[in-house]
């Protein structure tokens, strides 16, 4: 009987958890047994009472419910009756973790399903690097209840779908932070159950461009101040316009089992190595069609003047800015980006959850949220990765767009710990921005003391 800590738990079984069990009893403890082939978990609920529950994998290797202790009046009392439990439990374990529902095999999503020659680069360091080890370990379970409904999740995260599976992947251990997914149906992508409620998300990702070989192409130069500038105002815009308003078409919200729910899309980038952490502000600027110029009044205060943007152009190429001003919008809540949701999110929560070789090390360093008012750059920091003093969720970083002309307002409350924006009527963006919010950063991986890569 060994005690973990709730983040390891989480990464093992909070996939099975119901939303309204949180309101029912409070997890206190969390236990392993056997080389975690049974957990444990002790809760007070709201009698007043304690108890425990046993979770093993079931037949698809998914931890599942198995047990229960009966119910004391103290904890010390729930704690000396786990051992003898847990081991009445452990010498019929494999009738014990039969559910019923799970005859068909568990499926391995690292087994390569073409050759060398196929797979691509990203997912053959995923899988065989050991700088990567704890966001591979992290990663198995989660996949375990993550339903291929399309049928080719597989063959796309081996392949040629790599970013945009861990963005899926992403999306759902974050969604499972704060309540529960139902998969049920493939379209869209998430239909997502908590406390305060229900909402729907549709993933897409921004990819390179394409040349006519089908060979990607690099972004365009940004060697001079004025190429930068229209670079992030208006070739950055564009390629989010492509692929939101290809989901604005799809009209999710005529889906019968979306009903009444809350829209989002959800959109990352991936059009350049690194290009999620600079192209934050040219979708914001597309988002809202506005400018947000910084200045200094006499006084030294931040001024921040909003000026309208109408449309985008590079070269032949125009589109409307202002997403959430075309027609239909309205019917879409939200737009969700996260820049820090890449393999390395995953491999930093991992480490700390204590997957993964024991010989890695990973430092963080990047930009964050100044709470200073009169702020115009965000802080830099640097932390060491390490499981007794750095905490990461997955819901950290993540930033929602609110819809200020949206039919059904998605409430803050149904995504906590993210950073939530809206526009004013004067064309000012007001934000609440948790105190610790990660804009942009590179993790270093070192193994054994040499540096190994850099990634995020």
């Known amino acids: 009987m060994n005690e973990i800590s709730k983040l390891r738990f989480d990464a093992l079984a909070s996939y099975a ?21 049974l957990l444990a978990v002790v809760l007070l609920d709201t009698d007043g009472e304690y108890s425990a529950v046993f979770m093993a994998k079931d037949m698809r290797e998914r931890y599942r419910w198995v047990d229960q202790t009966p119910f004391f009046s103290s904890i010390d009392e729930a704690l000396a009756s786990v051992p003898e439990k847990a081991e009445r439990i452990l010498s019929d ?36 690097q050991e700088s990567l080890s704890p966001a591979r370990e992290i990663i198995r379970p989660m996949m375990r209840w993550y339903e291929d409904i399309d049928g080719n999740f597989i063959e796309q995260f081996q392949t040629t779908g790599f970013h945009q599976r861990i963005w899926e992947l992403y999306l759902f251990a974050a969604f499972n932070e704060v309540g529960s997914v139902d998969q049920e149906h493939a379209v869209p992508d998430f239909v997502v159950q908590t406390l305060e409620g229900e909402f ?21 130069p940004t060697e001079t101040p004025e190429a930068e500038r229209a670079y992030t105002n208006e070739w950055i815009p564009i390629r989010y316009a492509g692929v939101l308003c290809k989901k604005l078409d799809k009209r999710y919200w005529e889906l019968p089992h ?15 190595s690194m290009s999620m952490t600079w192209s934050r502000n040219g979708l914001v600027r597309y988002l809202y069609g506005y400018d947000h110029e910084p200045t200094r009044a006499p006084n030294g205060d931040l001024v921040i003047t909003p000026t309208k943007v109408e449309t985008h152009r590079w070269g032949a190429k125009e589109v409307q800015s202002g997403f959430f001003r075309l027609p239909e919008a309205e019917n879409v809540s939200a737009v969700i980006f996260n820049s820090s949701a890449t393999i390395s999110k995953f491999n930093r929560i991992g480490l700390v959850a204590g997957f993964g070789s024991k010989r890695v090390r990973l430092v963080r360093a990047g930009t964050k949220y100044d709470p200073d008012p009169n702020a115009s750059e965000p802080k830099g920091f640097q932390v060491e990765v390490r499981q007794d003093n750095y905490s990461e969720s997955w819901i950290e970083g993540m930033d929602v767009f609110h819809n200020p002309s949206a039919k059904r307002p998605l409430d803050p409350e149904m995504l906590p710990g993210a950073a939530h924006h809206r526009l004013r009527d004067d064309g000012q963006i007001k934000s609440l921005i948790p105190k610790w919010h990660a804009y942009a950063s590179v993790t270093f991986m070192f193994v054994n003391g040499e540096e190994q890569d850099r990634q995020e």
Do not use: I, Y
């Open 17 to 37: 958890r119901n939303p309204l069990a949180a309101l029912l009893a409070k997890e206190l403890r969390w236990f392993e047994f056997n080389d975690e082939r």
């Open 93 to 128: 374990l494999e009738e014990q973790r039969k559910q019923g529902d799970d005859e068909s095999a568990p499926v391995d999503f690292f087994e390569p399903v073409h050759g060398p020659e196929r797979l691509n680069p990203a997912f053959v360091q995923l899988a065989n």
């Open 200 to 220: 729907c998300v549709e993933a897409t990702t921004v990819n390179p461009s394409q040349g006519a070989a089908g060979m990607p192409l690099p972004p365009p």
């Open 258 to 272: 979306v009903a009444e729910m809350p829209v989002l899309f959800a959109v990352h980038d991936f059009h350049a």
